[in-house]
């Protein structure tokens, strides 16, 4: 039976959690980026057979290899802390939530680490059409690896192809294509990634904009912005697309999540948008979240209180949701109790549970308001990531007009804010995280394991003190690797057409 663990203990290995998940998406973003960047430049050296697009390749490879090796490090103990902090939840889903993650150690990340070294030492020996294929491979290898990764995480806000099982107390896979191709993961996956593009995008561009302003490596600069700004222009389309896509999923599967994020106490049809408090489009959040300019959209009360969708569907109040999910923990409870003793009477139980297994997971709130995440931080986080990815996009899309024009020198103003592309690409990725991660508290798992089911019956000063020396590890190793890229930055070789 999962027990309740004290609030000081879940808030820290909360605090710990993301505290490594936000160091590790710092790296991997600009991975994914970086790969597509190198293996598009390293094409057009393979086609034009020009020796300057081969030394274009190698410096934002060496880059990519300092990032790549740093990102590796804090990827490993964000896993290693689903088994430490969160030993609930590792034992209650554990059988679905290891497969994605088994699979990305075994296959993805061990094709990414086979053919980076052949991508890294292989130029003098072998084929230039193998050295690509490595190039591509490598990226795909870490494009496969966030792949099963995002389908854990997705599964963990809309869980899908899974049954409870009493005996066991364990949910349990019976449909793995479920959990696999779930639109949650096929969208997360998509916007992820075309995030990471943005991300790598941003990156070459502002290094590129600092040589400019600068005035050296012009041709090394000109010729990532020429690849990286039309990048980060389609890339940002997709963002923006499967953004839209992930907005509809949110309202129909994480309703309080999209509240959130507008700030809506009160929800309903032709529903505004919310720009800033006080300024608001009308109908937009309903166009957004349903494409239906008069659908409903309910509020935070609403999901609290429960409301009937104009379709006629019935949505219980969070007290109603609480209540079955006490009659199913104690059906659950009294299954194990008589299971071996009174079969009759374990078979009733098991049917109660059944009934009420949707809302297990309410069982173990303390009140409705838990069930309210951090509206302040969620709110603003969502216009830091929108804002964020309009600026961008302006940005690429003025960087291509003016590197099209041969007027990319011209204006340093417009270099600058190349410059700046790189905190905002940053700031806008971690900002749709902490929407995405702390708009669904207080689950664990959506609608069926809370955190304070999910963590470890730790002491409170034991999560502190890891807290503080992965705190003061990350920091050391951000730092270490911010240090080695702009050296590497400043003494880049003057590389010339």
Same mark, same amino acid.
């Given at each position: 039976?999962?027990q309740?663990?004290?609030?000081?203990?879940? $808030?820290w290995?909360?605090?710990?959690?993301?505290?490594?998940?936000?160091?590790h998406?710092?790296?991997?973003?600009?991975?994914?980026?970086?790969?597509?960047?190198?293996g598009i430049?390293e094409?057009?050296y =393979?086609?034009?057979?020009?020796e300057?697009w081969?030394?274009?390749?190698q410096?934002w490879?060496?880059?990519?290899?300092?990032?790549?090796a740093v990102?590796?490090a804090?990827g490993?103990i964000?896993e290693?802390? =689903?088994g430490?902090?969160?030993?609930n939840?590792s034992w209650?889903?554990?059988?679905?939530?290891?497969?994605?993650?088994a699979?990305?150690?075994?296959?993805?990340?061990?094709?990414?680490?086979?053919f980076?070294?052949?991508?890294?030492f292989g130029?003098?020996?072998?084929?230039p059409g193998?050295?690509l294929?490595?190039t591509?491979?490598?990226?795909?290898?870490?494009?496969?690896?966030a792949?099963?990764i995002l389908?854990a995480n997705?599964w963990?806000q809309?869980?899908?192809?899974?049954e409870?099982?009493p005996?066991?107390?364990?949910n349990?896979?019976?449909d793995?294509a479920?959990v696999?191709?779930s639109?949650s993961a096929?969208?997360k996956?998509?916007?992820?990634i075309?995030?990471?593009w943005?991300?790598?995008?941003?990156f070459?561009v502002?290094?590129?904009c600092?040589?400019?302003l600068?005035?050296?490596?012009?041709?090394?600069?000109?010729?990532?912005?020429k690849?990286?700004?039309v990048?980060?222009?389609l890339?940002?389309?997709?963002?923006?697309?499967?953004? $839209?896509q992930s907005?509809?999923?949110?309202?129909?599967?994480?309703?309080?999540?999209?509240a959130?994020?507008e700030g809506?106490?009160?929800g309903?049809?032709?529903?505004?948008f919310?720009?800033?408090?006080?300024v608001?489009?009308?109908?937009?959040?309903?166009?957004?979240?349903?494409h239906?300019?008069?659908?409903?959209?309910?509020?935070?009360h609403?999901?609290l209180n429960?409301?009937?969708?104009?379709d006629?569907?019935?949505?219980?109040?969070a007290a109603?949701?609480?209540?079955?999910?006490?009659?199913?923990?104690?059906?659950?409870?009294r299954f194990?109790?008589?299971?071996?003793? $009174?079969p009759?009477?374990?078979?009733?139980?098991?049917?109660?549970?059944s009934q009420?297994?949707?809302?297990?997971?309410?069982?173990?709130?303390?009140s409705?308001?838990?069930?309210v995440?951090?509206v302040?931080?969620?709110y603003?986080?969502f216009?830091i990531?929108v804002?964020?990815g309009?600026?961008m996009?302006?940005? =690429?899309l003025t960087?291509v007009?003016?590197?099209?024009?041969?007027?990319?020198e011209?204006s340093?103003?417009m270099?600058?804010?190349g410059v700046?592309?790189?905190?905002?690409?940053?700031l806008?990725?971690?900002?749709?995280?902490?929407v995405?991660?702390?708009?669904?508290?207080?689950?664990?798992?959506?609608?069926?394991?809370?955190?304070?089911?999910?963590?470890?019956?730790?002491?409170?000063?034991d999560?502190v003190?890891?807290?503080i020396?992965?705190a003061?590890?990350f920091?050391?190793?951000?730092v270490?690797e911010i240090?080695i890229?702009?050296?590497?930055?400043?003494?880049?070789?003057?590389?010339?057409?």
């Open positions: 039976m999962l309740l663990i004290e609030s000081g203990v879940i $808030d290995s909360r605090a710990q959690f993301a505290l490594t998940a936000c160091y998406w710092l790296f991997v973003p600009l991975t994914l980026g970086l790969a597509l960047i190198m430049m094409t057009i =393979f086609i034009k057979k020009d300057f081969k030394q274009c390749t410096f490879m060496k880059l990519f290899g300092i990032n790549f990102g590796v804090t490993l964000l290693f802390e =689903f430490t902090n969160w030993s939840y209650f889903v554990g059988d679905i939530f290891g497969a994605p993650l699979i990305e150690g075994i296959v993805a990340f061990f094709m990414e680490s086979t980076i070294a052949v991508m890294f130029w003098k020996k072998v084929r193998f050295h294929a490595a591509w491979l490598t990226g795909l290898g870490a494009t496969l690896s792949w099963w389908v997705a963990m809309d869980p899908v192809g899974m409870f099982n005996e066991t107390v364990r349990e896979m019976v793995f479920a696999a191709l639109p096929v969208m996956f998509l916007h992820t075309s995030c990471g943005v991300t790598g995008a941003a070459v502002g290094v590129s600092w040589f400019l600068r005035r050296r490596n012009r041709d090394l600069a000109v010729a990532g912005i690849v990286a700004a990048v980060g222009v890339a940002s389309l997709v963002v923006m697309g499967t953004g $839209d907005g509809v999923q949110i309202a129909k599967q994480q309703p309080m999540k999209l959130a994020a809506l106490e009160q309903g049809a032709g529903a505004p919310s720009i800033v408090p006080g608001e489009m009308p109908n937009m959040l309903s166009i957004l979240a349903t239906d300019i008069n659908g409903f959209v309910p509020g935070i609403d999901i429960g409301y009937t969708t104009p006629g569907t019935v949505h219980p109040s109603e949701k609480m209540e079955r999910g006490r009659n199913a923990i104690a059906a659950f409870s194990r109790e008589v299971r071996n003793t $009174d009759g009477e374990a078979a009733k139980a098991r049917e109660e549970l009420d297994m949707e809302y297990f997971g309410y069982g173990y709130l303390e409705a308001e838990q069930l995440p951090n302040p931080l969620v603003w986080s216009r990531m804002g964020g309009g600026f996009i302006l940005v =690429f960087l007009w003016l590197q099209r024009r041969g007027r990319i011209e340093r103003p270099l600058w804010l700046l592309t790189v905190p905002a690409a940053y806008a990725g971690q900002a749709g995280w902490v995405a991660e702390v708009g669904r508290q207080p689950w664990a798992i959506q609608d069926l394991l809370p955190v304070n089911a999910a963590v470890s019956g730790l002491a409170t000063a999560v003190t890891t807290f020396l992965f003061v590890l920091t050391l190793l951000l270490a240090r890229m702009c050296r590497a930055i400043s003494n880049a070789p003057e590389i010339t057409k």
